[in-house]
C-alpha cells in the first residue's frame, strides 16, 4: 500500500491536511520568491526564510498546454506518450504571482480574475507504489 508524497517537499508540503505551496520570504526587504531561493532578487541580500504561501489567489494569466514540458519538471509528465493536455497559469497570491499546473484544460471555463485554490493532482506512481503528487490550481466553485 503505497503513500501519497510530494514531487518535492522543498516546494509542495503535503504533510498537514490541506497542501501548502513552500516559498521564500526576504527578511530584510519583505519580497518573496517562489520556488525558495538563497538570494533575494530584490536587495540582493541573502537573508531569505522558507514560508508557507496563501492557498488562494485569483487567475492572472493562462494557456493550455498541448505537449509535454521541456521544465520544470513539477509541471507534468515528460513521457509524449502519456501526455495529456493540461492549463498552465500564473496565479496571483497575495504575496506574489506563481506558475502552476491548473485542473482545468477547457478555455472556456478558464477566464483572467477568476478565484483560484490550491490542490494537488498525481502525476506518476513511483517503483514503491506511492503516488507522487504535484501542486495544481482549481476554479473555486
Ligand atoms: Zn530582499
Known amino acids: 500500500?503505497?503513500?501519497r508524497v510530494s514531487i518535492n517537499e522543498?516546494?509542495?508540503d503535503i504533510s498537514e491536511d490541506a497542501p501548502r505551496l513552500l516559498g521564500g520570504r526576504c527578511k530584510d526587504c519583505g519580497?518573496?520568491?517562489f520556488?525558495?531561493?538563497s538570494g533575494c532578487a530584490r536587495c540582493?541580500?541573502?537573508n531569505m526564510e522558507r514560508v508557507p504561501l496563501s492557498t488562494k489567489g485569483t487567475l492572472w494569466a493562462w494557456t493550455v498546454q498541448g505537449f509535454p514540458p521541456k521544465?520544470?519538471?513539477y509541471?507534468?509528465?515528460n513521457d509524449p506518450d502519456k501526455f495529456e493536455s493540461f492549463g498552465v497559469g500564473y496565479i496571483e497570491l497575495?504575496?506574489?504571482k506563481v506558475e502552476a499546473r491548473l485542473t482545468e484544460s477547457e478555455p472556456a471555463a478558464l477566464k483572467v480574475g477568476m478565484d483560484m485554490e490550491l490542490t494537488v493532482e498525481p502525476l506518476f506512481t513511483d517503483e514503491d507504489g506511492n503516488e507522487v503528487v504535484t501542486f495544481a490550481f482549481a476554479p473555486v466553485v
Open 71 to 73: 521544465n520544470p519538471p
Open 35 to 37: 520556488p525558495w531561493l
Open 44 to 46: 540582493a541580500g541573502s
Open 75 to 77: 509541471l507534468g509528465e
Open 10 to 12: 522543498q516546494v509542495l
Open 94 to 96: 497575495a504575496e506574489l
Open 31 to 33: 519580497n518573496h520568491s
Open 1 to 3: 500500500m503505497g503513500h
